[in-house]
């Protein structure tokens, strides 16, 4: 793979692994200080302070996958929120290498579901020009007693060394934030609408402010936001949420 240089050219990965840290997301945005620059992974083999979106914790056993990069954000670039799409499709992409033709499927923005079931997470964090993409996924082991489905690879099949799908991951990450960067937003939104729950389906969305809000999934708008339509008609571009199948 190339290094640096034009707009869309894709970046050699070099991943960093450590037996055990409290969070590669919080290591890395760190290191962003030191200016580290894109194309660094930070895997740990486990974590003690893993946590997801709205600080919630993340189990993190051994032999899951627990890694973060590094995106250094350009004037030209996308919206930076949608980072969250390419990080998505990234996902789904290395982890259909390893799922053995399992039914996966992207949940908005950027969940991937298995079997219906939650497969792996990601939080994205800003600090000034960088943005941090941290990936979790569930790998050889998942939570059992959680208040909505959760599964692993492992529990549909085998479950692939952490190595390896960090090196797919990587690869997979580097190529479609090239394409992002190189072409625009376009691309990724088609592969996302692809990967993703069809048009009509039922989703419920918990919003900051505590409002919950149901409808149907419409489409993304151009910037990435859900768009849901509501039972008497009207449309709701959603910004931020947790957002559920029913």
């Not at 590669?24 to 194309?39: F, H, K, R, V």
């Not at 259909?96 to 219906?116: R, Y």
């Not at 149907?216 to 199948?245: K, N, P, Y």
Request: with cysteine.
């Amino acid at each position: 793979m190339e290094l640096g240089g034009g707009q869309g050219a894709v970046l050699t990965a070099t991943i960093r692994t450590v037996a055990a840290t409290g969070s590669t997301n919080a290591d890395l945005i760190a290191l962003a200080a030191t200016g580290i620059g894109e194309g660094f992974w930070l895997r740990a083999e486990c974590q003690t302070g893993g946590r997801g979106r709205q600080g919630r914790a993340w189990q993190s056993p051994p032999g899951n996958f627990y890694g973060s990069t590094i995106v250094r954000l350009r004037a030209s670039d996308p919206p930076p929120a949608t980072l969250a799409l390419v990080a998505a499709v990234a996902l789904e992409e290395a982890a259909s290498v390893h799922a053995g033709g399992a039914a996966l499927q992207i949940k908005w923005p950027n969940d991937l579901l298995l079997d219906g079931a939650k497969l792996a997470g990601i939080l994205l964090e800003r600090v000034e020009d960088a943005v941090i993409v941290g990936i979790g996924v569930n790998l050889a082991h998942h939570p059992i007693d959680l208040d909505r489905p959760v599964t692993s690879l492992a529990a549909h099949g085998d479950a692939p060394a952490v190595a390896a799908f960090a090196e797919t991951l990587a690869d997979t990450f580097a190529r479609w934030l090239a394409r992002w960067r190189g072409e625009g937003l376009a691309p990724v939104r088609e592969r996302w609408s692809a990967r993703a729950h069809p048009a009509g389906t039922a989703l419920a969305a918990n919003l900051p402010d505590g409002q919950r809000i149901e409808g149907l999934f419409d489409r993304l708008d151009g910037d990435g936001a859900l768009i849901l339509r509501l039972a008497d008609g009207s449309v709701r571009a959603i910004h931020a949420a947790d957002v559920f199948l029913i």
